[in-house]
């Protein structure tokens, strides 16, 4: 990874298209969760919020955009 780093070459995951739509429904809450001061990232098709894994259905309403 970091051989590539200024040859202008880059590594992007490739998602299915169903997985890639499920995270951009994702997004906002995860953007939400971040403001709120809360540890979280996207793993595959689900949220991570302070090590609790969340699907697009189930994110608590708080973070729900």
């Given at each position: 990874?970091d051989s590539?780093?200024?040859?202008?070459?880059?590594?992007?995951?490739?998602?299915?298209?169903?997985?890639?739509?499920?995270?951009?429904?994702?997004?906002?809450?995860?953007?939400?969760?971040?403001k709120d001061?809360?540890?979280?990232?996207?793993?595959?098709?689900?949220?991570?919020?302070?090590?609790?894994?969340?699907?697009?259905?189930?994110?608590?309403?708080?973070?729900?955009?």
């Amino acid at each position: 990874k970091d051989s590539a780093k200024h040859t202008g070459v880059y590594i992007n995951e490739d998602f299915s298209k169903q997985t890639d739509q499920k995270r951009k429904e994702l997004y906002p809450s995860l953007k939400a969760a971040r403001k709120d001061n809360k540890k979280c990232y996207i793993k595959g098709e689900t949220l991570v919020i302070d090590g609790t894994s969340y699907t697009a259905e189930s994110i608590p309403h708080k973070y729900k955009q």
